[in-house]
């Protein structure tokens, strides 16, 4: 397993500074009500306008507010701390909050940004600082805001979304999770575990049909990582050997090779830089739990070469870089899973 150095933090601080506070080119998720709704997106959305699009802006804020956190010297922290003091502010939160509340948003960035919102005020609720608590009561009724949401949506959504891309729920469900332990919010963890279940826990025997063309997210890997923070070790071993039972003989076999990225110019192509680093972050959060020891070790061996594929290419190209270094954090710097 690749370790997080601070020398490689910084590299991640200094990728992320570089795109969240750049507007341009830009790629919205707006419903036009009419004419008065043509605005540019700094105007649209004061704190997330940066970052091509709206998700990458705020997981790029999560990116910094972790790496702030995890490295007391980090070269960027002064940059980091001035940009949060800027845009972390009651009214710039409100201004988002206001856009949530238009009639058109009601599928904004759902689920994709929704779980990454909520990702950012988990990790802000972890710092310690005087900064870091006076952040994390700015950010909190945008996480509030985007709870209503799930909580709303949840009972709606009759069946999961399994695509590799923004719309997979396994994925919303997992970072959600993550904030409601974070927090301590009962119910709502209660509400994501009860959907889990519902969704995923009849699942067996999953055939791995990936990668696709444009796949950011390994949808059997989230799922299975979904499945070990709602199950616990011991559940989703019992689980987990029915999903995928064939792991110990090497199958599915695309699961433990690294996705071919012909073009990184290319937006969606460049997803399968992501899916590579998805794979390594939801092999690391299931790994502790398989209790084959060749399957562990297969996988740790895959988590490598995932890693390897991809990190050389999270800087570079725009189209991966204004993302990437988030989806590397999550797989060198993934809290421990629980018992």
């Known amino acids: 397993m690749r370790s997080l150095t601070k020398d490689i933090a910084s590299r991640f601080a200094q990728a992320a500074l ?19 709704d043509v605005k540019r997106p700094r105007a649209l959305h004061p704190v997330f306008f940066g970052s091509f699009d709206w998700h990458s802006c705020v997981h790029g804020t999560w990116l910094l507010a972790r ?5 007391s010297q980090l070269p960027e922290r002064n940059r980091i701390r ?10 710039n939160i409100a201004g988002e909050i206001a856009y949530l509340a238009r009639a058109e948003s009601r599928g904004f960035e759902r689920p994709y940004g929704w779980a990454w919102a909520l990702m950012l005020a988990g990790e802000v609720a972890r710092h310690r600082s005087e900064e870091g608590r006076r952040w994390s009561r700015e950010v909190a009724p945008l996480a509030r805001a985007f709870e209503r949401r799930f909580e709303a949506w949840l009972p709606l959504a009759t069946y999961p979304v399994r695509a590799g891309t923004h719309a997979n729920t396994a994925f919303a469900l997992l970072l959600a999770l993550d904030y409601a332990r974070t927090i301590d919010n009962p119910s709502f963890a209660t509400l994501c575990t009860e959907k889990a279940m519902q969704w995923y826990a009849s ?21 299975a990582a979904c499945m070990r923070k709602v199950l616990g070790r011991d559940g989703f071993a ?22 071919f990225v012909s073009d990184r110019s290319d937006g969606k192509i460049a997803h399968l830089d992501g899916l590579n ?3 390594a972050w939801c092999w690391n959060l299931i790994v502790d739990a398989v209790a084959d020891q060749d399957a562990r070790g297969r996988i740790k061996y895959a988590i490598d070469r995932h890693l390897d594929s991809a990190l050389p290419h999270v800087t570079g190209d725009y189209m991966g ?3 990437l270094a988030s989806f590397a954090l999550l797989a060198m710097d993934s809290d421990p899973p629980a018992a």
């Open 277 to 279: 680093l998805s794979r």
């Open 82 to 91: 001035a940009l949060f003091d800027v845009q972390l502010t009651s009214q």
């Open 238 to 259: 019992r689980w987990f050997t029915r999903f995928l039972p064939r792991l110990a003989q090497g199958e599915p076999a695309p699961l433990f090779s690294p996705a």
């Open 203 to 223: 699942d067996t025997d999953c055939q791995a049909w990936e990668p696709c063309g444009d796949d950011l997210l390994s949808s059997t890997l989230v799922e």
């Open 321 to 323: 870089e204004h993302w």
């Open 18 to 36: 570089g795109h969240v506070g750049r507007e341009w080119p830009n790629k919205l998720d707006h419903v036009m009500g009419g004419p008065l």
């Open 67 to 71: 790496l702030y956190r995890r490295f």
